[in-house]
């Protein structure tokens, strides 16, 4: 049971826009940055967002972050096969004291 | 820019210490501000925060694994370790290092990963 919740999978056409939650609390999301991360099989996690909504370096700007409260969302436009990937949000937890990550969501293009 | 390796054993057989490296390469790890974590992902399951150290030397662990976790980093070599003890089929993952500016800008970057097995 993760601290985050998001939605196991999601599934969009190409082209299309999907957007994807990362539900928490107080002691997390509602009082430090979201982070987002891209993770291909096989291949090491990769940072999409931090900040909420600031774009790490060298990611497509069809990626977009946001938050309110104790909920944020990841948001792709313009889908591409590309993009097909497990995707995390994560944020420090002040009770924890550490970090937890969301459960993943599995990203399907159709 | 940063760019952490992990190294170490692929099999490691249960109630043993399973023991693990991230050698850092690109700039100092003392570097201010910096944190050094290790994150594993079990088959089928999502990332999980196993701990982190500071540039202070202050650790960082997952309440569930804080007794059988050390963390601890050698700056003349500019890596850090990862020792867990009395592992169990339950401790089977890929373990990935990874760095973290401060708290608000994320993992970034990650090594490769590799992968431990727990067999007798």
């Known amino acids: 049971q993760s601290v985050l919740t998001q939605p196991p999978s999601v599934s969009e056409a190409p082209r299309q826009r999907v957007t994807i939650s990362c539900s928490g609390s107080?002691?997390?999301?509602?009082?430090?940055?979201v982070h987002w991360y891209q993770h291909l099989p096989g291949k090491a996690p990769k940072l999409v967002m931090f900040y909420d909504d600031v774009l790490s370096s060298g990611v497509s700007d069809r990626f977009s972050g946001s938050k309110s409260g104790t909920s944020a969302s990841l948001a792709i436009r313009g889908l591409q096969s590309e993009d097909e990937a497990d995707y995390y949000c994560?944020?420090?937890?002040?009770?924890?004291?550490?970090?937890?990550f969301g459960g993943g969501t599995k990203l399907t293009v159709l | 820019q940063f760019h952490v390796q992990e190294s170490g054993p692929g099999l490691v057989k249960p109630s043993e210490t399973l023991s693990l490296l991230c050698t850092v390469s690109?700039?100092?790890?003392?570097?201010?501000?910096?944190?050094w974590a290790w994150i594993r992902q079990s088959p089928g399951r999502g990332l999980e925060w196993i701990g982190s150290i500071h540039y202070t030397e202050t650790t960082y662990y997952k309440s569930a694994l804080e007794s059988r976790v050390t963390i601890s980093m050698d700056t003349s070599k500019n890596s850090f370790s990862l020792k867990l003890t009395s592992v169990t089929a339950a401790d089977a993952a890929t373990y990935y290092c990874?760095?973290?500016?401060?708290?608000?800008?994320?993992?970034?970057?990650w090594g490769q990963g590799i992968l431990v097995s727990v067999s007798s």
């Open positions: 990874a760095t973290m500016a401060s708290r608000d800008l994320g993992f970034d970057p």
């Open positions: 107080s002691s997390n999301i509602g009082s430090n940055s």
């Open positions: 690109g700039a100092p790890m003392n570097t201010v501000g910096y944190y």
């Open positions: 994560a944020a420090w937890d002040d009770t924890l004291n550490g970090w937890v």
